[in-house]
């Protein structure tokens, strides 16, 4: 196990490598001069140069970069454009909001998704099974935008039960989660559903069946539990997107996370924020795929042999 570790985290370091090369060169093709932006609307065209200078942004692309990840190697993220505070004091105020708002769309996500599968699965081609993948197809084709404003139209503005924005205590997070964790609720009772149903029809459980054993125990602690592998293996992956994917859903809520930061950062084209985000939430998703190989390889140790 301890060399299957080491070996995935090692095909990592290229990866995130090219990443930072990626981010880096992305955030140069934004239209839009940051250093016209910093000087100011009545800034002459030799303050914009002094500007320009002052930030290395006349440098070569090449030197630019090495000036970046020399100073990333050391811990320093740079100073933003915009507030002139150090991007990792900025990172830390928005971090933990975006972490607990993707925590609880995954945890509510996961429990409704595997209820919703494992029904749908048992009443197969029966009303359960119709209206929860009715539910899986309606929360994976809604637009987050729009179930998004429609939560707040309905529980905020009409109802009053739940605020509509910010981050303060925890029904500030129910309709972001909600909107957020929507889509994955569907992929996750789909793929219960599908996987659950090809269990059921393995030999072992008809074998169980046969023996007399009570249904619920069939399904719950055989069935169900060797239908879970490909299940954690979605699940764990569509974590990571949640963590990139939450700037629509911040957006529309107003949420103060790194979703919302980083929307905020592009609108001004703050270089050394937007390049640590982007670089951010790229290593969070390769971590998750990580993590996720890792306990793939716990439940099914055949994945270690054959690496």
């Given at each position: 196990?301890?060399?299957?570790?080491?070996?995935?985290?090692?095909?990592?370091?290229?990866?995130?490598?090219?990443?930072?090369?990626?981010?880096f060169?992305?955030?140069?093709?934004?239209?839009?001069?940051?250093?016209?932006?910093v000087a100011?609307?009545?800034?002459?065209?030799?303050?914009?140069?002094?500007?320009?200078?002052?930030?290395?942004?006349n440098?070569?692309?090449?030197k630019?970069?090495?000036?970046?990840?020399?100073?990333?190697?050391?811990?320093?993220?740079?100073?933003s454009?915009?507030?002139?505070?150090?991007?990792?004091?900025m990172?830390?105020?928005?971090?933990?909001?975006?972490?607990?708002?993707?925590?609880?769309?995954?945890?509510?996500?996961?429990?409704?998704?595997?209820?919703?599968g494992?029904i749908?699965?048992v009443?197969?081609?029966?009303?359960?099974?119709?209206?929860?993948?009715?539910?899986?197809?309606?929360?994976?084709?809604?637009?987050?935008?729009?179930?998004g404003?429609?939560?707040?139209?309905?529980?905020?503005?009409?109802?009053?039960?739940?605020?509509?924005?910010?981050?303060?205590?925890?029904?500030?997070?129910?309709?972001?989660?909600l909107t957020?964790?929507?889509?994955?609720?569907?992929?996750?009772?789909?793929?219960?559903?599908?996987?659950?149903?090809?269990?059921?029809?393995?030999?072992?459980?008809?074998t169980?069946?046969?023996?007399?054993?009570?249904?619920?125990?069939?399904?719950?602690?055989?069935?169900?539990?060797?239908?879970?592998?490909?299940?954690?293996?979605?699940?764990?992956?569509?974590?990571?997107?949640?963590?990139?994917?939450?700037?629509?859903?911040?957006?529309?809520?107003?949420?103060?996370?790194?979703?919302?930061?980083?929307?905020?950062?592009?609108?001004f084209?703050?270089?050394?924020?937007?390049q640590?985000?982007?670089?951010?939430?790229?290593?969070?998703?390769?971590?998750?795929?990580?993590?996720?190989?890792?306990?793939?390889?716990?439940?099914?140790?055949?994945?270690?042999?054959?690496?």
């Amino acid at each position: 196990m301890l060399r299957y570790i080491i070996k995935r985290v090692l095909e990592i370091l290229p990866i995130i490598f090219v990443v930072s090369i990626l981010s880096f060169l992305f955030i140069h093709f934004i239209p839009g001069d940051p250093a016209r932006l910093v000087a100011g609307k009545d800034a002459t065209l030799q303050d914009v140069q002094n500007v320009r200078e002052e930030l290395g942004l006349n440098d070569p692309i090449w030197k630019q970069y090495i000036s970046y990840m020399g100073n990333l190697l050391q811990g320093n993220l740079g100073t933003s454009l915009k507030t002139g505070l150090p991007v990792s004091d900025m990172f830390s105020s928005r971090f933990m909001p975006s972490i607990y708002l993707t925590f609880f769309a995954m945890i509510w996500a996961t429990i409704i998704g595997l209820l919703i599968g494992a029904i749908s699965a048992v009443f197969k081609n029966k009303w359960p099974d119709y209206l929860g993948m009715v539910t899986a197809v309606s929360g994976i084709s809604l637009p987050g935008f729009w179930l998004g404003l429609l939560l707040i139209q309905l529980f905020s503005v009409q109802l009053g039960m739940l605020p509509t924005g910010g981050s303060e205590g925890f029904k500030s997070y129910i309709l972001p989660s909600l909107t957020l964790g929507a889509g994955i609720m569907s992929m996750i009772a789909r793929f219960t559903r599908s996987s659950l149903l090809e269990t059921l029809q393995t030999d072992y459980i008809r074998t169980g069946r046969a023996k007399g054993l009570k249904e619920s125990v069939v399904i719950i602690q055989h069935a169900l539990r060797n239908s879970l592998i490909p299940v954690v293996t979605i699940a764990g992956l569509q974590f990571g997107f949640l963590l990139g994917g939450s700037v629509v859903v911040e957006t529309v809520f107003s949420f103060p996370g790194m979703g919302r930061l980083l929307i905020d950062s592009i609108a001004f084209r703050d270089y050394p924020v937007i390049q640590s985000a982007l670089l951010l939430f790229a290593i969070e998703f390769i971590i998750v795929n990580l993590v996720v190989d890792i306990l793939y390889s716990v439940l099914n140790p055949k994945i270690q042999i054959q690496s």
